[in-house]
């Protein structure tokens, strides 16, 4: 561990929101390293109830920007606002040019930050920080939360490793789960889907989702909701009348047992929910890490990602990959050369992801 102990550390993290919550793995190590020390976080406002009251961090500041607009006043604002909070360390989780300029703007004695977290390009943002610590480790075979806390062991010295951590779930969430849940029979197993990626190439075809809930239906007379963000919520209706279909022509239900809850709850209402639910199948996304802090059983196909990159942190969650040569990818939706049947997402068949469901339950 470095001599000098830090007081008053801030961290940024401004990306999106399954990141933030991978990167309070590397805040608990850092609490850990430097138990004294007062840590404010710098998020963007979507995010920041995964961050406030959360027991490794003291205090949250919220930047709120869009990339394409003329933010320099915005930015500004903030640098003399974090001159004014006197931090003696600043360490950066996310190698943006913002965070570094505000910090070396506000006169941060020590600012850290890695020459590698998501890619290997080089970038001139290095020259701003004070520290700059070498990620050794092949990003793309290595858990993303291992190489925020790899910052921080490097910096600090400390050893061991962090699963990360989600704000405390106040009672106002529990009573809006209970809520929502309500509206389920309540003698029956509680499954939770999510349905939609954050773009095409991370979302699972709508015809799987109804053939995995048909089944599930059929072995445990389950009853569904699904979860999302405001903006999902018609695409889950689509996959909600196919699988109701599918579920009528099979025999299986003639009334609504699967709702809709995207845009009805918040980070923490979400995490409240997956405290109450018996099997989570999910896409990756930010729900799939906010899930994983809770523990349930979970399954979750990964398309264009990979979970030797992005695998839950939970030892009940299971994941599937048909992993072809061209994933990990970074193409468009339109640029897939298997457009419009990506391999990455129609080779994980319904079965296999039954087999993982049936393997959690039982």
């Not at 509680?190 to 979302?203: P, R």
């Not at 709508?206 to 919520?233: C, I, M, Q, S, T």
């Not at 989570?280 to 398309?303: C, R, S």
């Amino acid at each position: 561990m470095m001599e000098k102990q830090y007081k008053n550390i801030l961290v940024n993290s401004l990306v999106n929101l399954g990141d933030v919550v991978l990167t309070t793995s590397a805040i608990a190590l850092l609490k850990q390293a430097y138990p004294q020390a007062r840590i404010t976080m710098l998020v963007r406002p979507v995010v920041r109830e995964a961050v406030e009251n959360n027991p490794v961090i003291d205090e949250v500041m919220i930047f709120d920007y869009t990339p394409k607009e003329n933010s320099l006043g915005k930015m500004w604002a903030m640098a003399k606002e974090i001159k004014a909070r006197h931090f003696d360390l600043s360490i950066s989780f996310d190698r943006k040019s913002r965070p570094a300029i505000l910090c070396w703007l506000a006169g941060v004695p020590t600012r850290v930050g890695a020459d590698r977290i998501f890619d290997d390009k080089p970038s001139k943002i290095t020259w701003l920080y004070t520290h700059t610590v070498h990620i050794k480790h092949d990003l793309v075979n290595t858990l993303q939360a291992e190489t925020y806390q790899e910052i921080v062991r490097q910096f600090t010295g400390i050893e061991g490793h962090e699963v990360p951590v989600m704000a405390r779930i106040p009672s106002s969430s529990k009573e809006k789960a209970d809520k929502l849940l309500s509206q389920l029979p309540t003698d029956k197993m509680k499954i939770g889907l999510c349905v939609k990626g954050t773009f095409a190439l991370k979302t699972w075809p709508k015809e799987y989702f109804a053939d995995v809930v048909r089944e599930l239906k059929r072995k445990y007379n389950a009853a569904f909701f699904v979860v999302g963000a405001p903006n999902d919520k018609e695409y889950a209706d689509e996959v909600i009348s196919i699988c109701e279909e599918e579920l009528r022509k099979s025999g299986l239900s003639e009334k609504k047992e699967i709702i809709n809850f995207c845009g009805s709850t918040n980070l923490l209402d979400l995490a409240a929910l997956f405290y109450q639910t018996d099997l989570f199948v999910t896409v990756d996304t930010g729900a799939t890490h906010i899930a994983a802090t809770t523990g349930v059983k979970m399954v979750t196909m990964y398309g264009c990602t990979s979970p030797k990159r992005w695998h839950p942190y939970n030892e009940n969650a299971r994941v599937l990959s048909y992993d072809p040569e061209c994933c990990p990818c970074s193409y468009g939706e339109n640029d897939c050369p298997h457009n419009p049947k990506p391999i990455c997402l129609w080779e994980i068949t319904p079965e296999m992801v039954l087999k993982k469901c049936y393997e959690l339950i039982n």
